[in-house]
């Protein structure tokens, strides 16, 4: 009986594998209309290619069947009772996009994490039959979007000098892929939803990248038995943190403060764009629903932002030329504000543009699924797209068919479709003398049927404007702040990602890239100089005359009354004798009395403005003058430098001398550098 048991494990999967690969290859070979993709040949009658997904996972093993089976498609490959149709042809993927509910899954999503969200997705939520209107897309675009890029550009750099950069000496990273992920996912994050996440859950950045590794490659819906267990335990931890987040921070009915006076972004709430969202989710949806809602959004704002923006620069800085020609773009656009980026410009050029495609044509892998859910769809003479199965295509896959880009567009394969090429979706004009980069016109006409390959779909909550605009945010900031260079190319080009290894998922470098930083150093006699306050020599000499006029006095006064003008104000308090201006500053050197005097002017010490009198004394209706004149204008921001020398006497009598320099920067949408 065991024998026998032993024989039929053995005859039977090799009687089926023979039987399914001759009705494979007879199928493929058929010149009849309308037939059905052959499927793939497979073991186990019922399980079909459940085994082999379970084994080697969905992205590689799809990658195989491409490698192998390629030539034939398209062709089916059945998960317990779901049949994916394996679609490389562009013009089946566009007749199978028209005609059926196009779901862009996450390579990372579950089945609670792909339920639609459509009060995000639609603007609409509906609870009771009674319709509720999001217009919350008026933030990813225009003005908006534009204070969102401001806002992250700060963060970004922000959080770059807390790593105390310098600029007189380079800082070694050893693995840039890591160090980068975690910095760009907490500064998009917190532009969002403020920086209270961050300390109420710290490891939030940590944990998210702990889930998404965890969840590669099951976002196709597989039977439960192969969805990874740590994947969902990392989910629940998060949504936890999501949940607890929003019950401390947006408790209540009336939470979101919107409104045109608000501001455009709160540590504790976030941006507008999250208060209004959540606002509108709350009021249709469970806890959890909220949790998985919002989780969403800070998925579609960091699992394609975040490695389009790393492997932007990596490219970049593989280009000496490109990087040099991209610095100096930055440094010509960069904005009026101090410290401001004219992000919506540099977006808008054409190799900006051409080089945020490449990047997702070649170094984002992602799956594309087209449920055919209602009928039959016709894709060519040959084949249908059965009623019931899923079409499903690669954007990599599309991305090297070296044929289509060809007949679609010479010039797109002049470089290899394998390699990287900023240029690639330029139309050439007249070229610059001695240019290495070339210039020309932005196009994707001709192009259509290959948008799948370089991200042509509209993302599921966010917007590509905003998406693409914050890769932008991202390049201005590293390439105008910070220089960055590779420690050896040579291993940059030997780490670099194998191409088809995975159909879809993750695209990271084999190893660990190492870079160096250090801080530019700024020229503040440029146009994009900063605004510089720092305590000079006279500091004292001046502080000094506001005492000897009385303006620091502490004590209530009996004759300040509102609507007391500054003059009235110095001449009450003054002490010395004489109140004419020389006479005021009480100095001999005519000089250094002319400077101190042109501070007390603008300060207003002698003008007609009114006083504005708080708590009755003096110093106080100082500090509120100085308050209003010293505040941070739209995009400024304040710089702390600490600089320490020491000199050390060796053994042997020789002295030398150490320096270390902090420098931090404030924010110029949140605390200041000396809070």
Known sequence: MLILLAVALIVIPALTYYGTTALFFQTSKDVATGKKPPTIPYLVPGVFHTFSIAFEGAPKLFARLLNEYGGFAPFTVKVGLKSFVVLRDPKHVRRAAKASEVSFQSSTATREENKPVAFLVNAEGQKNGSPHRLPIEKYLTGASLTSLCELYASKLSSN?????????????????WSFFQQVLTRCSIETLFGSAIFRQYPGFTKDYWKYQDAAEGHGLHMPYPLEPKEHEEHLEKLLAGVEKWFKTNHSGSEFAKIGSGDPDWDEHKGSKFIQESDDGIARVSSERERAMA?????????ENLVPSAIWSMIEILRKPELAEHLTDVVYKQGSSKAGGYNIENITALPLVKSLQREISRLRIAREMTYHCNRQNVPLDTHYTLPAGSIGIAFSQDIALDAKSWAKARPRTVEKPLEVFWAERFLIPG??????????????LEGLEALEPAFGGHQDTVLSNEYLEAMQTATLAVLLKEWE??????????????????????????????????????????????GQILLRWKGNPGFVQTLARLGLLEVYGKEWLREGIMWAEVQRCAIVAEGADEVGVAGLEDQQEAERIIAGL????VFSGDKANVVQGNILDILCARLEIIMSFGPGERDLVMLQHKFVVEWEDGSQETFTSTFELFGDSHGYSAMA
Do not use: Y
């Open 160 to 176: 770059m000098n807390d790593k105390m950069f310098q600029t007189d000496s380079w800082t070694q990273i050893e693995d840039f």
């Open 294 to 302: 919002l989780f969403k959004i800070i998925l579609s704002s960091n």
């Open 430 to 443: 007249k070229q610059k003398a001695r240019s290495l980069v070339e210039t020309g016109e932005f196009s």
């Open 484 to 529: 960055i260079q590779l420690c050896d190319p040579e291993a940059v080009d030997e780490a670099m990602p194998l191409l088809r290894e995975k159909a879809f998922g993750a695209v990271r470098p084999q190893e660990g890239i190492a870079v160096r930083i250090r801080k530019q150093a700024w020229d503040t006699g440029g146009e994009d100089g």
């Open 601 to 604: 002017r603008w300060i207003g």
